[in-house]
């Protein structure tokens, strides 16, 4: 098993600038988390999905971040625009049931 | 204020055992857990325990939950260089799977 897959690990752009992360999540778990960690605020969930159904958002910091979840095997988050603010460390996690597994992360760095 | 709350560090001489504490504030927690973040990675996932239980062991890991007080520890035996790392507890309610993480322990394992 291959576990969570994200992509790019880095991303270095401009203040502006439209942000696309993905996450291809493990085959057979019917749960996506994302979550942004920061040295300033820990760990945050940002939004998960059930069965590709988004199912508590209130994570999202501002209209400028969306989510969506097209199908079973992959997921993206995108910021538009993006702002040196949201650079972070961007985490994809996929479970079934309790036990939930984490991706590398892509580290975002908004110049 | 915080849902988990963890102490910030930790320095432990190796081959010691270590011990990592943890308090929760919600009592409808289901299950606990304890992951486990090296520099550059992501969350790896050592442990659980279910709110019904009280102990956990794992090999050199031991969890154990005292749920009137709404403690968690995480006892490393023989602690190793390789144990290096942050090491966050975190908490699901009874209606999801959604993390709650305290801010993390940085263990460092001294010679």
């Known amino acids: 098993d291959a576990g969570v897959i994200q992509s790019p690990r880095h991303e270095v752009t401009e203040m502006g600038q439209e942000v696309t992360l993905r996450c291809k999540p493990i085959s057979g778990h019917d749960y996506l988390f994302w979550y942004r960690q920061t040295m300033m605020r820990g760990l945050e969930l940002l939004i998960y999905f059930n069965n590709n159904v988004p199912i508590d958002d209130s994570g999202m910091p501002e209209d400028r971040f969306s989510a969506k979840m097209p199908n079973a095997s992959f997921s993206t988050l995108k910021i538009q625009p993006s702002e040196p603010r949201d650079s972070a460390v961007y985490f994809c996690?996929?479970?079934?049931?309790?036990?939930?597994?984490f991706g590398p992360g892509t580290r975002l760095t908004v110049l | 204020g915080e849902d988990v709350e963890q102490s910030l560090f930790l320095s432990v001489r190796e081959g010691d055992s270590s011990v990592i504490n943890c308090t929760y504030t919600d009592s409808s927690s289901t299950y606990l857990y304890w992951y486990k973040q090296e520099p550059g990675a992501g969350l790896q996932l050592l442990t659980y325990?279910?709110?019904?239980?009280d102990m956990k062991q794992d090999q050199r890991l031991t969890v154990l939950l005292n749920k009137k007080d709404k403690h968690l520890s995480l006892r490393i035996a023989d602690t190793q260089t390789g144990d290096s790392a942050i090491y966050f507890c975190a908490e699901t309610k009874s209606n999801d799977y959604k993390l709650s993480f305290g801010a993390g322990t940085t263990v460092t394992v001294r010679a």
């Open positions: 996690a996929s479970s079934f049931r309790e036990r939930q597994f």
């Open positions: 325990i279910f709110s019904n239980m």
